[in-house]
């Protein structure tokens, strides 16, 4: 889904909680085009404010900026979305070799 599908969620009422993984890039295809291109094009992001983004389409937003917020944060996320509200976590994380040699599409 995309981010916009959130105004469905609020409308309907969905308790649907979102888990993001903020490495600020489109790191898997980043990799491939730094070993096949030897440069990156637009693949580097900014640590958007997804949480901010959420809150705008009227769900509940939540930063994470380190691993021992997360039981809290989710604990919160789903006392919020079993009220019929949707959840975005927005967990800003450093990019990693998870998925490396996978194929991007």
């Known amino acids: 889904f995309s981010l916009a599908?959130?105004?469905t969620f609020?409308?309907?009422k969905m308790g649907v909680i979102c888990?993001?993984?903020?490495?600020a890039g489109w790191t898997q295809i980043?990799?491939?085009?730094?070993?096949?291109?030897?440069r990156s094009t637009a693949c580097t992001l900014a640590h958007t404010d997804y949480h901010t983004v959420a809150e705008g389409f009227g769900?509940?937003?939540?930063r994470v900026t380190a691993r021992h917020e997360i039981p809290a944060v989710?604990?919160?996320?789903?006392v919020v979305a079993r009220g019929g509200r949707p959840c975005v976590v927005n967990c800003l994380i450093a990019?990693?070799?998870f998925r490396e040699g996978s194929i991007s599409v």
């Open 5 to 7: 599908e959130l105004d």
């Open 74 to 78: 989710l604990q919160e996320a789903v």
């Open 10 to 12: 609020v409308r309907h």
């Open 30 to 38: 980043l990799r491939d085009q730094a070993t096949v291109l030897s």
């Open 59 to 62: 769900a509940k937003g939540f």
């Open 19 to 23: 888990i993001i993984g903020n490495d």
């Open 95 to 97: 990019r990693n070799d």
